[in-house]
């Protein structure tokens, strides 16, 4: 079955930097997109970036420039490399697994999550 595990969070300073990945089995990674989003008690689920299963790249303005996405086909992972971190980047992220090759196609499965705190 499909499955998505996240790890890399973690506690770290304003300004500083992370990387976040997610592990996937269960479905042939390179042909599907996959998205990172993040939850905060008080915005609820936010988008944060898309790959689709060709490479192309997404992100909201929020972290735009800050953050960078990318995949590794041969490892099955994704990874969300955060840096100049903020305390508004406070969240719970996840991964989640696309119905198809591009974000357009909408997404299915959640990862666990995995809590990034930003914090002096």
């Known amino acids: 079955q499909v499955q998505l595990v996240e790890s890399g969070g973690g506690l770290v300073q304003p300004g500083g930097s992370l990387r976040l990945s997610c592990a996937v089995s269960?479905?042939?990674?390179?042909?599907?997109?996959m998205r990172w989003v993040r939850r905060t008690p008080g915005k609820g689920i936010e988008w944060v970036s898309d790959?689709?299963?060709?490479?192309?790249?997404y992100y909201a303005d929020s972290v735009k420039g800050r953050f960078t996405i990318s995949r590794d086909n041969a490892k099955n992972t994704v990874y969300l490399q955060m840096n100049s971190l903020k305390p508004a980047d406070t969240a719970v992220y996840y991964c989640?697994?696309?119905?198809?090759?591009?974000?357009?196609?909408?997404?299915?499965?959640w990862g666990q999550g995995t809590q990034v705190t930003v914090s002096s």
């Open positions: 989640r697994k696309g119905v198809g090759g591009i974000p357009q196609y909408g997404f299915d499965s």
């Open positions: 269960g479905f042939t990674f390179s042909s599907y997109a």
């Open positions: 790959i689709s299963g060709g490479g192309s790249t």
